[in-house]
């Protein structure tokens, strides 16, 4: 009878589903990548919508207290002041504010002659000088190549290559039309180019198009007898001024004619032998342009 009176104890058992506490590790992984990517792709953003001066205000804040506004290295321009040399670090933030706007350091060359930032601005101005130079030659180079292709190309100018001359001259790129013997540009004392002259001339105005020198255009003519100089003078500018005229109407901007004029036979192509026909010529200068610098930043 005493086992009947005893309690009845019930034991609840809890099944933890999910792994226990570590069932939500990955919420925290996942939640750690994803302020990862916000705070990469707000970086990108900060980047793409600062400005080139404000990128170097912040790698200048970054950078270490102890650079030096002159940079080191040997004479000339790579002349300088080494970091560890004495006054060469800066001291603290206020030189660091003044670096922003630092005035131009003398630096002394092997030779011990100052080089100041007019010397460096000089070069930097030298080098970009050099620079539109190179590529104006290559610009040359090109519409010449272009010009003797277009010649090997076409049937109706493949027999004409032999009247043109095609050379670089300190003016600029030079195109002759060149008079053979039995194959003229210009009939005997006429000012009116021939129907040969104006289909090289609409050739050569599609090669000048594509550059934006301007252009100088001018006439020549062979040895005369006795009493025909005067009249070779008038006759050359004639001839040039046709062939402005002829190079005008196929698309050449009236604007980029520089000069057109007539040299009669003073400077034969042939020296040797003035009244050679290939002293009587039209020569077209594609003119070289001075290279127009930008203003230099004040330093």
């Known amino acids: ?11 609840k058992v809890k099944k933890v589903v999910g792994g226990g506490h570590h069932g ?3 919420k925290v ?15 990108m953003w900060l980047i793409n919508t600062t400005s080139p001066e404000q990128k170097r205000g912040v790698a200048d804040y970054f950078a270490p207290a102890s650079v030096s506004s002159s940079s080191s290295g040997s004479g000339g321009i790579l002349g300088g002041t080494a970091v560890g040399d004495e006054g060469a670090q800066s001291a603290g ?32 101005e030298d080098e970009l000088r050099e620079e539109l130079l190179k590529r104006e030659e290559e610009s040359f180079r ?32 030079r195109v002759q039309l060149i008079d053979q013997e039995g ?36 006439g020549h003519t062979s040895a005369s007898a006795a009493g025909g100089a005067e009249k070779d003078w008038a006759l050359s500018a004639q001839r040039a001024d046709a062939s402005r005229s002829i190079l005008q109407g196929a698309g050449v901007d009236q604007d ?9 036979a003073k400077e034969p192509l042939y020296p040797d032998d ?18 127009v610098l930008p203003d230099s930043p004040s330093l």
């Open 142 to 173: 090109s519409a010449a190549e272009s010009l003797r292709q277009a010649l090997q190309d076409m049937p109706e100018l493949a027999e004409l290559s032999k009247n043109i001359l095609i050379d670089q001259t300190p003016e600029g790129l």
């Open 24 to 26: 939500g590790a990955w």
């Open 274 to 291: 003035p009244t050679l026909a290939g002293n009587r010529r039209i020569a077209i200068i594609l003119l070289r342009e001075a290279p």
């Open 1 to 11: 009878m005493a086992s009947r009176d005893a309690p009845v104890v019930i034991k």
């Open 93 to 124: 933030a206020m030189a660091f504010i003044e670096q922003l706007a630092p005035e131009a350091p003398n630096m002394q060359d092997r030779d011990g002659q100052s080089t100041t930032s007019g010397d460096l601005s000089k070069s930097s």
């Open 256 to 264: 980029r004619i520089a000069q057109v004029s007539g040299k009669a």
């Open 183 to 218: 194959r003229s540009m210009f009939d005997a004392g006429s000012a009116r180019p021939n129907e040969r002259a104006r289909t090289l001339l609409r050739a050569i105005a599609k090669i000048i198009n594509q550059l934006p020198n301007r252009i100088s255009i001018t």
């Open 29 to 43: 992984a996942y939640a750690d990548f994803v302020t990862a990517m916000m705070a990469f792709f707000l970086l």
